[in-house]
Nanobody
């Protein structure tokens, strides 16, 4: 288990950009794959992006491909999600998660979760 804390959410206009961060404590993330999921209002949690621990492999949901970029800074024990060209349908609570799998897009493969950060995109 690793404790994860997200930050950087907020309100942004459509077409704008936002970067959310996830900082881990209690364990180094250098040997963990990390993921971002989101839960829109009234909907189930869905995969957004993931990054492996080594070699660096990334995976994205089709809905965010080309607009979002996941990255990691192992020295800072932090994972980022850069979100560009935001759309109202990107509005959701964004969760960071950690997994011992090489890389995954499935909720059950992630054993540690943050508390989430709200991202709201206005039209």
């Amino acid at each position: 288990q690793v404790q994860l804390v997200e930050s950087g959410g907020g309100l942004v206009q459509a077409g704008g950009s936002l970067r959310v961060s996830c900082t881990a404590s209690t364990r180094r993330i250098s040997t963990l794959s990390m993921g971002w999921f989101r839960q829109p209002p009234g909907k189930e949690r869905e995969f957004v992006a993931a990054i492996s621990w080594s070699p660096t492999i990334t995976r994205y949901a089709d809905s965010v491909k080309g607009r979002f970029t996941i990255s990691r800074d192992n020295a800072k024990n932090t994972v980022y999600l850069q979100m560009n060209s935001l759309k109202p349908e990107d509005t959701a609570v964004y969760y960071c998660a950690a997994s011992v799998s090489l890389i995954s897009n499935k909720v059950p493969d992630f054993g540690s979760w943050g508390q989430g950060t709200q991202v709201t995109v206005s039209s």
